[in-house]
């Protein structure tokens, strides 16, 4: 069976009796979008502070591949088997974005007997969470534009404004646009472009603030360009935007509460991209879980330089949280194509294939355990295709690695499968105190920490720029110094070519534009020809997506 129709066989349970059956959650402190699906209140949220913290697992996984490595999947099956081993434990995700739905990478809600449900209603408008970042953003835009058309007293200069607009959908067509076309009617001409909604600043801050105040602190922060003199900024407060763009929030910054295939609680909340923004879910989604449940199994996007670096550096900066532990996803059709196997042979068993491709585990792991400090167990996702023989050698060269290595089969037997990897991490994050080394000091210059992540992480032997990228961050130094770097890049590779596979060495990172994203706190750095607004491809997963008259979804995946 597909994923889609393993999905619409489970057997769920109405969501408020297994919030309160399983966590002890009234009714009354839930919002319910139907029966499946809740949000969870503030207030209650709130209530839980004086509860003890449980121990936070994170999951990452190898520089991803066309094959896919399956993150979440194993997210969702550590999550149950915890669960199965009478382990109280939460799984925290994001919310998947309609972009990669409907164009390459498809849903985000795991796979086989390891997935959150429903599955539809997750991967498509869930909760209105994207719609709400999405018209927040979009208002802050309107407001600039209307300020401008009226006189623009606080002498805005529509060349040098940095927000654009945002649409959840793979658009390529608008990237590069005109507005006010049509005369002075329709405001002022300018050029403009569309980011996705999960590049957006205001998914950024959703995920990192920490209550209603803090969000609209953080709106209200945002840069949205500059005046004529070229160097004063102005912020969304100028335009007093930041109390109606809270209230389009006022639901958005509610954690949504679901359930795995095994009736477990699950929260998903949040969905900026790794490769474009920082990855994580939100820090109110992971707090609230620390202090409901045991133990905890979250997830950060794409691979482990990506993802689980902005986990440490930007989530757990900002946050205070640690981190006990890592899980590294790897699967064996991945370290092939690492190794040069071209796609459609990637079922085919070849050992000197998985030898050559094991560098870009080694990679990550070596980054997990020295420069993350912490302790990492290498899973190794299980496909049908899978040999003894290259398991062997896998497990062996992670044993020489001095890797704890599981091989887990939660995609096809759900819990039951992964119950030795679930076995595993608890043996650590049992006998440690959680904690984590950061990548680089926050007193470090902006170039500096740029480069400790090119060089540390990536494998690079050094950063270049043009002069226009250096002279900003050199000027922001001053003010915002200290902030964290968030990495635009591809998630296919160390270097900024996606192409290269393994673990490259020798390249040169180059830093084609600088962002400040003021509100989040952070700096964006844009590495290479990486996008903030995907296309779709030749074929996209969209025509694949039907629906019927009993309105049962096909084609999701």
């Known amino acids: 069976m597909s994923d889609i129709e393993i999905a619409q066989q489970a057997k769920m349970q109405p969501i408020i009796g297994l919030a309160k059956e399983q966590y002890g959650i009234e009714a009354e402190h839930l919002d319910p979008f139907g029966h499946y699906k ?12 004086d509860k003890k913290d449980g121990k936070l697992i994170l999951v990452t996984a190898i520089s991803p591949t066309p094959a896919g490595e399956g993150k979440t999947t194993t997210t969702v099956g550590l999550g149950d088997a915890m669960n199965r081993l009478d382990k109280k434990t939460i799984i925290c995700l994001r919310e998947p ?20 449900v429903p599955m539809e209603d997750i991967n498509l408008h869930f909760t209105g969470d994207f719609h709400a970042v999405g018209v927040a953003h979009n208002l802050l835009s309107a407001l600039i534009d209307n300020h401008i058309n009226h006189g623009n007293v606080l002498d805005i200069d529509p060349r040098r404004i940095q927000w654009k607009r945002v649409v959840d959908m793979n658009d390529r067509a608008l990237r590069h646009i005109v507005v006010g076309m049509g005369g002075p009617a329709n405001g002022y001409l300018r050029e403009d472009g569309y980011d996705i909604v999960v590049a957006s600043e205001v998914m950024a801050i959703l995920c990192l603030a920490t209550d209603r105040a803090d969000l609209k602190e953080r709106l209200g922060r945002i840069v949205i360009g500059y005046k004529s003199d070229r160097v004063t900024p102005v912020y969304a407060r100028d335009l007093n935007a930041q109390g109606a763009m809270a209230a389009l929030l006022k639901d958005a910054i509610k954690p949504n509460l679901v359930q795995t295939l095994e009736n477990n609680i699950a929260i998903i909340h ?95 792991y070596h980054n997990i355990t ?30 020489d690695l001095g890797a704890t290595c599981i091989v887990s089969k939660h995609w096809a037997t759900g819990s039951a499968g992964a119950e030795t990897l679930a076995q595993a991490v608890i043996d650590i994050v049992d006998n440690r105190e959680p904690g984590f080394t950061y990548v680089y000091d926050e007193n470090l210059d902006l170039w ?90 030749k074929v996209p997963a969209a025509e694949r997506i039907d629906i019927d008259d009993d309105g049962r979804i096909t084609g999701l995946f």
Request: proline share 4%; aromatic share 8%; with cysteine.
């Open 270 to 364: 949040g969905g900026p991209f790794a490769n474009i923004a920082h990855g994580c879910n939100t820090v109110t989604a992971t707090k609230t879980a620390l202090k409901l449940a045991d133990y905890v199994v979250t997830e950060a996007g794409f691979g482990a330089d990506l993802g689980a670096e902005k986990f440490i550096d930007i989530k757990c900066r900002m946050s205070g949280l640690k981190p006990s532990a890592v899980v590294l996803v790897a699967t064996i059709r991945a370290l092939k194509f690492h190794g040069n196997v071209a796609k459609e042979d990637l079922n085919t068993e070849n050992l000197a294939a998985i030898e050559q491709g094991f560098v870009n585990l080694e990679r990550h």
């Open 370 to 399: 020295q420069h993350y400090g912490l302790p990492c167990v290498v899973c190794i996702n299980h496909f049908t295709f899978d040999t003894d023989a290259e398991i062997a050698l896998l497990q062996q060269k992670c044993a």
């Open 97 to 116: 974005s309609l972009g990669p739905c409907f164009g390459v990478k498809g849903g985000a809600a795991g796979g086989g007997y390891s997935q959150v």
């Open 38 to 49: 809740a949000k969870i209140s503030l207030e209650y949220i709130n209530s839980l502070t």
């Open 448 to 537: 500096e920490k740029i480069e400790t992540i090119a060089t540390k992480l990536y494998g690079a032997t050094g950063v270049t720029a043009n002069a226009k990228v250096k002279t900003q961050l050199a000027e922001w130094n001053n003010d915002y110094g200290k902030f964290p770097i968030c990495m635009a890049k591809t998630q296919m590779s160390f270097s900024t070519n996606p192409n290269a596979k393994g673990a490259p060495t020798e390249h040169t990172l180059e830093i084609r534009e600088v962002k400040l994203a003021n509100g989040a706190g952070f700096i964006v750095a844009i590495a290479g020809d990486i996008m903030t607004m995907p296309g779709l491809p």
